[in-house]
């Protein structure tokens, strides 16, 4: 079950390298963008800082520090990792703080962090535009507490070393930045002044999808089994394969509830998916013409499991980088992660030999980067359990894709609609439960192109109802319920004039949203209610070197923009309230408001 911490010996051999501070560059000869208005600090106005300032944490301990320069192509960082002594387990709350600074110039990556092959941060950086750009992301980790538990002895007096990893594939070759690391995690013990005492609790993010009082017993990694020695623990996803890349797993015959995580980012083709039409504009007929749907989805030994529509995260690089300095985009720090609760196919995986779970990407191009975790619950008074699938209705989602398009310009529209639900039953020490979900999706994208490809506009939404029951055999209502609904609406226009010496002057205007709203009952009684409203507006403009297509000019480095935002964030839970509103224009914040007033929350 924990395969990668019985290959540490073997990966601190043959990965010693990777160990070692890689050389920094010498500094490139470009020209480099005008440091005026720039502010070096990037945050994320999101959630309520995760270190609480109230409570400290009984430790902290830096777990692994690198500097990233020329990575491509490399293995992850490593550092050993013992649990700390001086605060063992049981902890209230871990968590991860990751600082990132960039000494120069450099575009925009993805990095990833993983304790034993198990993925718990998927991050963007910031695109530094000036030397000495920093910045840090907090994350509660609290989820992942098997991973550093399960690193310490039953009597808490000694540690077990594992491996933290850290990948961000940098280069030097065109750009002189170097990003330098820290990771460090934070533990809580004992209670938390100012905590909500709710079934949300355990974690600081307050949309906490699970209807469970604690987290997981065991996690198993759904990933590269040699990534500490190669290209990272990621699955490298080049089109839409079938079947999907996929891990062998051995789920523990006690295990009464299973949930998969999945951490999933795009690039090359798909890097602005969100945006690509039916037909190629002013793409040239590249890959980029097969319109904007994408599905997350499982597989439990080739059989679908469930799926999601992505949130379209978009990245620093990406559109019009000035709207993003200071204020990162909705998720871009911390990429949303998507569950699959397995529970209805564990009479499936109980006969203690190794399955197949697979990641997959429906429509996807070049390339996707997927892993994931599976969360286990196991049953302490059981060496076994018992368990069967009683409903599998798992049609595909019916897509319609209509495009009228008269040389350059036209329009596509893509509607996306299906429901799944998915029945089984487990019998344990807690009794005969019957674990449905219910999962209904409804999408749809729009794309129109005018002036020969100059004008792009983009408009989508995506709308998931997602229900997990768990019924007594015999009881009237239902022993847990929670329904989750997400929306996330995207508006975009991008106006593209040609410019002298080459280049190419870019307008755009971006509104974009994620709300959640979560209902949790017990016993039939309502317990928790949360609604989380994520929202941003940004326009500006920005010129870039010209490059073949809105992908490509992705990657381009600007020459010259501006760009203002607004982002307000809102969260309500009960009596609990937080909003943040934070405005920024020309690389500068105007304001930045938080409060925890109900009131104000209501007004704003």
């Known amino acids: 079950m924990h395969r990668h911490l019985f290959l540490l010996p073997l990966l601190l051999i043959v990965c010693k390298a990777s160990f070692l501070p890689p050389p920094v560059a010498a500094a490139s000869s470009l020209r480099r963008i005008p440091a005026t208005n720039i502010t070096l600090e990037t945050f994320d106005p999101t959630l309520p800082p995760a270190l609480m300032s109230k409570t400290p944490p009984k430790c902290s301990l830096l777990v692994l520090h690198h500097v990233f320069a020329n990575t491509v192509g490399e293995p992850p960082a490593i550092a050993n990792f013992t649990s700390p002594l001086a605060c063992p387990a049981p902890w209230t709350r871990v968590v991860l703080e990751l600082s990132l600074s960039a000494s120069d110039v450099q575009k925009d990556r ?126 490298r996803l080049e089109n839409d394969t079938n079947p999907p890349p996929a891990a062998a797993v051995a789920v523990p015959r006690n295990t009464h509830r299973a949930v998969l995580e999945i951490f999933a980012s795009y690039h090359g083709a798909d890097e602005l998916w969100y945006a690509n039409p039916l037909r190629a504009a002013y793409d040239g007929g590249g890959a980029t013409a097969n319109g904007a749907f994408r599905q997350i989805y499982a597989t439990v030994d080739g059989r679908f499991a469930g799926g999601h529509i992505p949130f379209p995260v978009i990245y620093p690089g990406s559109i019009n980088p000035f709207f993003w300095s200071p204020v990162s985009a909705i998720g871009a720090f911390d990429l949303p992660t998507y569950d699959l609760d397995l529970t209805p196919f564990l009479s499936l995986l109980l006969d203690g030999q190794p399955h197949e779970i697979g990641l997959g990407v429906r429509d996807g191009q070049p390339y996707w980067l997927l892993a994931g975790n599976l969360h ?28 009228e398009w008269r040389n350059s310009d036209g329009g596509s529209e893509i509607n996306a609609e299906g429901t799944v639900r998915f029945s089984g039953w487990v019998s344990s ?31 989508m939404t995506n709308k998931e109802r997602t229900t997990v029951g768990v019924l007594q055999r015999g009881a009237a209502t239902a022993a847990a319920r929670v329904q989750i609904l997400v929306e996330a609406p995207l508006q975009m226009k991008t106006e593209r004039v040609k410019a002298v010496g080459g280049a190419v002057f870019e307008r ?34 920005v010129l870039r070197k010209e490059g073949e297509g809105a992908a490509a000019a992705a990657a381009v480095l600007p020459v010259w923009g501006s760009g203002s935002t607004r982002a307000t964030y809102k969260y309500r839970d009960g009596s609990s309230c937080y909003m943040r509103a934070v405005s920024a224009a020309e690389g500068v914040v105007k304001s930045d408001m938080t409060s925890a007033s109900c009131a104000t929350a209501a007004a704003e």
Not at 131 to 152: E, H, I, M, S
Not at 378 to 402: E, F, M
Request: proline share 5%; hydrophobic share 40%.
């Open 508 to 541: 755009a205007r971006v509104s974009h949203q994620l709300q959640e709203v979560v209902n949790l009952n017990e016993n039939g009684q309502a317990v928790a209610v949360g609604v989380l409203t994520d929202r941003q507006e940004a326009e500006g403009s």
């Open 110 to 235: 993805i990095a990833a962090v993983w304790v034993d092959g198990a993925e718990i941060l998927r991050t963007a950086t910031p695109l530094p535009m000036a030397a000495g750009a920093f910045w840090k992301v907090q994350k509660d980790v609290t989820r992942y507490t098997a991973l550093f538990r399960r690193l310490c002895s039953s009597g808490g007096t000694a540690g077990h070393a594992g491996a933290v990893s850290m990948m961000l594939e940098n280069s030097n070759a065109s750009l002189p930045g170097v990003y330098s690391a820290n990771v460090t995690l934070h533990f809580y013990r004992g209670p938390l002044a100012g905590a909500a005492p709710n079934r949300f609790a355990y974690m600081a993010h307050p949309m906490a999808k699970d209807i469970y009082r604690r987290p997981a017993d065991f996690i198993i990694p759904v990933s590269r089994e040699d990534g500490d020695c190669g290209s990272g623990f990621w699955f």
């Open 376 to 403: 286990l619950w196991v049953d302490p008074w059981s060496d076994t359990v018992a368990a069967g699938v009683i409903d599998y209705r798992a049609p595909p989602l019916k897509v319609n894709r209509h495009a």
């Open 429 to 459: 020490s807690e009794g005969n439960l019957t674990t449905t979900v219910r999962q209904k999706v409804k999408f749809r994208s729009q794309v129109e192109v005018q002036n020969r490809g100059a004008v792009m506009q983009v408009e």
